[in-house]
């Protein structure tokens, strides 16, 4: 890379973090460039020497985004005490990757990893809409007053917030299909509790267009191609820098 790119991008590029983050650590002035501290709008090359907390950055990555299979147990965080099991540290891939969209601990399924901080920025804005489809068994039978009180929308009194409209097909006595789109914390045990139901397992099987499809807890794949393009195109992302 010859052409100067600014440096919230170049540490996005190189995996080291989303743009928006990036900018907070230029902030804190943790990130130097040939030496000196970097300032927000800094540009740099590839022939720069930058660093990171004194940690050489490497130059750009190629972009790697693999669909993984969570087991329940498993914390989506980088770093915290109290976590037994840590999502970066439980899946073994020669290049670093982390979460783009949580999933929590007592939940399992379909997870994608990145070291596309542009990517992982996209999919965590939950302003964005991105559909995610999930199946659902609760402790007792449905009934379709409950089920019609979710699709609309129910008001969570924990987040002081409204659920958007979503859909939802019964697959069985106590088995949902849900579609959200968006990313509340412990939504769906949050949206049956309100109707008196508690969640016995939830699993994720879609995120955008890529599919749990036939993983096992614990096994990942990268992407297809095809995948790739589609979700970086739903994303609003040029596949290129992907």
């Known amino acids: 890379m010859m052409e100067k790119m600014r440096l919230n991008r170049y540490l996005a590029s190189c995996g080291v973090c989303s743009r928006r983050d990036a900018d907070r650590?230029?902030?804190?002035?943790?990130?130097?460039?040939?030496?000196?501290?970097?300032?927000?709008?800094?540009?740099?090359?590839?022939?720069?020497?930058?660093?990171?907390?004194?940690?050489a950055v490497s130059g750009p990555v190629k972009k790697v985004v693999l669909a993984y299979y969570k087991p329940v147990g498993i914390t989506c965080t980088e770093r915290d005490a109290h976590a037994k099991k840590i999502v970066t540290r439980e899946l073994d891939y020669p290049v670093r990757v982390t979460y783009a969209g949580r999933l929590d601990r007592d939940s399992e399924g379909l997870l994608l990893m990145t070291n596309d901080g542009d990517l992982i920025e996209a999919m965590m804005r939950g302003s964005n809409g991105h559909e995610k489809e999930y199946v659902v068994k609760s402790d007792r039978p449905w009934s379709e007053a409950a089920l019609e009180h979710m699709r609309q929308g129910v008001y969570l009194e924990e987040l002081k917030v409204t659920t958007r409209p979503?859909?939802?097909?019964?697959?069985?006595?106590?088995?949902?299909?849900m579609v959200l789109t968006e990313g509340l914390n412990r939504q769906i045990r949050r949206m049956c509790q309100t109707q008196g139901y508690k969640v016995i397992s939830l699993k994720r099987i879609r995120v955008v267009n890529v599919e749990l499809g036939r993983l096992q807890p614990g096994e990942y794949r990268e992407i297809t191609e095809a995948e790739k393009t589609a979700l970086y195109g739903?994303?609003?992302?040029?596949?290129e820098r992907g």
């Open 25 to 55: 650590l230029i902030e804190q002035g943790v990130v130097t460039v040939n030496g000196s501290l970097a300032v927000p709008g800094t540009k740099v090359t590839d022939h720069d020497q930058i660093a990171v907390r004194g940690k």
């Open 166 to 177: 979503c859909r939802i097909e019964q697959i069985g006595p106590r088995t949902l299909r």
């Open 234 to 239: 739903k994303c609003g992302l040029c596949i």
